[in-house]
Each structure stands twice: as structure tokens, then as C-alpha cells.
């Protein structure tokens, strides 16, 4: 690599850093207060209430993708990709905002009407139908502070994006606090988080408009919306599938088993969920990074790029598992003893996750290079599998059903991603370095048994976690750090003083 395409490589991969260093810290705030919120849920309302409560939130971030039409992606690449042109960023972000204004409208009185009929299809249980109906008042407010955040991402402003994304989790965690200090019911509990949405989306429009400067102008072209409608329309297909091989199992369970079997196993999703956080920090500004790479034709760049993101996706996302491997149960006997009924789901989950982080951000790479058509037929295919299978694993082995259905239909359509990105664009994933993630893991693994017999419960867990932590970072260290990432370290810190340091690092 040139000098010219070692700093093109340098400049895109620190951007990319940047976005998943921010937000890896705003995730960890957002995730911790996460974690209070369905500790304090599950602690007072128990696994068949706190199963209504999931259910329903659900249904509702169900409904959410669709309550844009695929713009939130859509000013994710025409922003990022038109930095020195800002009208026509205001006329994408004016026909983003009214797309998703009346879409979310309509879906969100869908949902209300549509109520009642949900309720007797799935839980059947009283006062599910005025839970929902007091979620569906929050569709809106949630859809529009999703562009917001989503208008950041694409101008490569991590710091204001992820602002608004701490700020919107510590307010829900407060109005539920505050409901159930005063001893509201379910419903008010609900209720006090419809008033957080509101009050969240004031507050971010208002700062969005003061901090881009952009103000958004539904002026674009018959053209201009051709190719905007074109790219986000397909996006909204996408997203429906996605929903069948990502969520159809919480909506399987709640249809074909109780409200405390989705407690239960919401409860083991979301912890699993962690680990993709990795992934998730990385895919903040990789999209909008690769937009730019590709409409430049830097291929080479792009190629670096990738391999170096999906490393690290790998690495970060095998250290996160650990823990949740090695005390699944002791985790889910937190929110109480029903939960660690849960632990075999969340193992299940932990594997479907690392398939998932294996592949890197392929699927945001798939869609950054025009190929959104392949995106959805990749999604539609993954979702109806996965439908038919959580129909018969359910009804066959229950909750463990339906996690052996999702998790393997996760990890297979990681792997087609994988070899779409390599065979349409020439992007291959992965490098030789690979292989030390996996070693310093098992170095960790063995570590992390020593606690085990002086210890139990939520000590064990975080002595634990601490244990996992600095022995994988150092063998790693061990291992030796590649090339890149030494050079970006030297980059950020200065660690790097001579020439002779960087040839003594290992490459890729």
C-alpha cells in the first residue's frame, strides 16, 4: 500500500474508529441503563406481566420499521455522499421527514385499531390491548427521533448522534422510574414512557437544527425522489424480512406459548444482545465511510478498511460472549429465579451473535454498493426459513425451539452475505490474524474457573468479567497487535516512535 492509500486507509478507518469508540461508550451507558430498566420491570412486575410489556414493545419496534419507509438509511447515504452539497441534503432530509411523518401516522393508527384483534390472536390477556394502543401513541415520536440520530450518522457526527441516543435511554429509564415509585399499574408505566418519546424527539429536532444547520426542504426533483424512493422503498421490503428472521420467534412464542415464556425469553435476546455491540459500534459510520470509498472508486482502500472493521468486530464481539457463555446462569437468575429458565436460549443466542459479528458489517457493505435488492431477497429468503422453522421447533422443544431456529438462521445468512460481498464487489472479509481472538479466548476461558469455587452470583459474575477482561487483552497483547492497529493507536496516542516499531509489527 502507497503512502497516499496508507492515509486514505488511515483517515477513513480513525473515522470509523472514532464512530464506534463514541459509541461503544454511549452504548455501554445505553445498555447499562437498559439493564436497570428490565432489572427494575422484571423485579416488580414478574415474568407474566414484564412478558406483556415485552410483547408489546415488540410490536412496536416491529411497526417502526416500517414507519419510514427505508428513509433513515437512505439520508445515511445520500448525506454522507453529498457533504459539499447541502441543498440538496435539505431536500433529502425534507422528503426523509415527511415520508416518515405520514407513514409512521398511518402505522401508528394501524396498530391502535388493529389493537384488539392482536390481543385475542396472541396473549389474550386483560388490559394487553390498551398497553399496545399506548405504545402505538409513541410510533410517531420514535420514528421521527430515528431520522435525527440517523442525520448525524450521515454527516459523520458521532458525538451529537450518540448524544441524543444517551440522552433518549436515561429519560425512558427516569419516566419508568418515576411510575413505579408512585405505584402505577403496567399501563402507567407505558404511559410514562409515550410522554419520554414526545419529549425526547422535542428536544432532539431542536438540537439537530442548531448543530447542522440544515433545515429540510421537500423540493427535491421527480428524479431526485426516483432514486431516493428507489433506494429506501426496497430498504422497507428488506426490513419486513428482517423482521420475520430477527423477531418472528418473540411473536411465535407469545402466539403459540404464554406471556411468562416471552418474558423469559425476551429477557435472554436481549442479554445476547450485547454482543452486538461490537458490530454495532462499527456499522455507525462504516456505511456512510463505504459510500464514500465506493463512489470514489478506492477500492483498495475500501478492501483495507473492511478487513481491519470486520477483525475487530470478531475480536470485541468473542470477548463479550465469554462471560455470557461461562455464567449464563448466574446472569439471568438476576432478574429473578423464573428467568434461568432462560439459559439454554441465551447460549443458543450467544452462537447466533458471533455469527452474526463474524460476518462483519457485509450487510451495510451490501447495501452502501447499490446492491439493496440483494439485501432483500436475502432477507425474505432468511425469513420465511425461519418462520417454518420456529413453527415446528416450537411445538416441538418450546423456547429452546425457538432459539435453535433463529440462532441457525442468523448464522446461515452471515455466511451468504459474506460470499455475496466477495462475489459482486471483490471484498473479501477476513485475514490470517484471526486466529489469535480465538486463542487469547480460551486463554481467558481457563482463567475465569478460578473464581468459580470462592464465589457466587452477581460477585462471581463481575470478579469474573474482570478476570476475562485483562487476561484476553493480554494474551492478545501476547499474540502480537497487527499493523493497523498499531498505526491507529499511533495515530490517537502517539504510541509508535520510529520506523523501526512499525516493521517489526505483523501485517495482515
Not at 77 to 100: F, I
Not at 106 to 129: K, M, Q, W
Not at 236 to 259: E, H, P, Q
Request: charged letters at 10%; hydrophobic letters at 55%; one cysteine or more.
Amino acid at each position: 500500500m502507497g503512502d497516499d492509500d496508507s492515509d486514505d486507509w488511515l483517515s477513513s478507518a480513525r473515522s470509523v474508529a472514532d464512530g464506534a469508540g463514541l459509541h461503544y461508550a454511549a452504548t455501554l451507558l445505553v445498555t447499562g441503563m437498559g439493564f436497570l430498566l428490565n432489572l427494575l420491570l422484571t423485579r416488580t412486575l414478574g415474568a407474566s406481566a414484564y412478558g406483556l410489556y415485552a410483547y408489546g414493545l415488540q410490536i412496536v419496534q416491529s411497526a417502526l420499521s416500517f414507519a419510514n419507509l427505508g428513509t433513515d438509511v437512505s439520508i445515511n447515504r445520500y448525506l454522507s455522499a453529498n457533504l459539499d452539497d447541502p441543498a440538496y441534503q435539505q431536500r433529502v432530509l425534507g422528503m426523509a421527514y415527511l415520508t416518515t411523518g405520514i407513514a409512521s401516522v398511518l402505522a401508528a393508527a394501524g396498530l391502535f385499531v388493529a389493537a384488539p384483534t392482536i390481543t385475542a390472536y396472541t396473549l389474550d390477556e386483560p388490559g394487553f390491548t390498551l398497553i399496545l394502543q399506548a405504545f402505538a401513541v409513541a410510533l410517531p415520536f420514535e420514528a421521527l427521533t430515528h431520522l435525527v440520530v440517523n442525520t448525524f450518522r450521515g454527516l459523520e457526527l458521532p458525538v451529537q448522534k450518540n448524544l441524543v441516543t444517551v440522552s433518549k435511554a436515561g429519560l425512558r429509564l427516569l419516566a419508568v422510574a418515576a411510575a413505579v415509585l408512585v405505584g402505577l399499574s403496567l399501563l402507567g408505566v407505558v404511559a410514562a414512557i409515550v410522554v419520554a418519546a414526545a419529549m425526547v424527539f422535542l428536544a432532539a429536532m431542536t438540537y439537530s437544527l442548531s448543530r447542522t444547520g440544515l433545515r429540510p426542504s421537500p423540493r427535491m426533483s421527480r428524479g431526485e425522489a426516483a432514486e431516493f424512493y428507489n433506494f429506501s422503498i426496497p430498504l422497507t421490503f428488506a426490513r419486513a424480512a428482517n423482521l420475520l428472521y430477527k423477531r418472528v420467534d418473540v411473536f411465535m412464542v407469545g402466539i403459540l406459548l404464554a406471556s411468562a415464556h416471552v418474558g423469559i425469553y425476551n429477557i435472554a435476546v436481549l442479554l445476547a444482545g450485547i454482543i452486538a455491540m461490537p458490530l454495532a459500534g462499527i456499522n455507525q459510520l462504516f456505511p456512510p465511510v463505504a459510500s464514500r470509498l465506493h463512489a470514489d472508486g478506492d477500492l483498495e482502500t475500501l478492501q483495507t478498511v473492511y478487513v481491519t472493521v470486520t477483525r475487530w468486530s470478531i475480536t470485541a464481539s468473542i470477548l463479550v460472549s465469554i462471560p455470557l457463555l461461562v455464567y449464563s446462569t448466574e446472569l439471568l437468575a438476576l432478574f429473578g429465579p423464573e428467568f434461568v429458565a432462560g439459559a439454554g436460549v441465551l447460549i443458543l443466542f450467544v452462537i447466533g451473535q458471533l455469527a452474526n459479528a463474524a460476518a462483519g458489517p457485509a450487510n451495510d457493505l451490501l447495501t452502501m454498493t447499490g446492491h439493496q435488492y440483494v439485501v432483500l431477497a436475502n432477507h425474505w429468503i432468511a425469513g420465511i426459513v425461519n418462520v417454518a422453522l420456529n413453527y415446528y421447533l416450537i411445538l416441538e422443544f418450546g423456547l429452546i425451539g425457538a432459539a435453535l431456529a433463529t440462532a441457525s438462521v442468523l448464522a446461515a445468512v452471515n455466511v451468504v452475505r459474506v460470499v455475496e460481498v466477495w462475489y459482486l464487489e471483490g471484498l473479501f472479509a477476513y485475514s490470517r490474524a484471526l486466529w489469535k481472538p480465538f486463542v487469547a479466548a480460551g486463554v481467558a476461558v481457563v482463567a475465569m474457573v478460578v473464581p468459580s469455587p470462592l464465589l457466587s452470583g452477581l460477585p462471581l459474575v463481575i470478579v469474573g468479567g474482570v478476570v476475562c477482561v485483562v487476561v484476553f487483552g493480554l494474551a492478545l497483547y501476547a499474540l502480537g497487535i497487527e499493523e493497523h492497529d498499531r498505526r491507529l493507536a499511533d495515530e490517537y496516542f502517539g504510541l509508535i516512535d520510529d520506523a523501526t516499531d512499525r516493521s517489526a509489527v505483523t501485517g495482515d
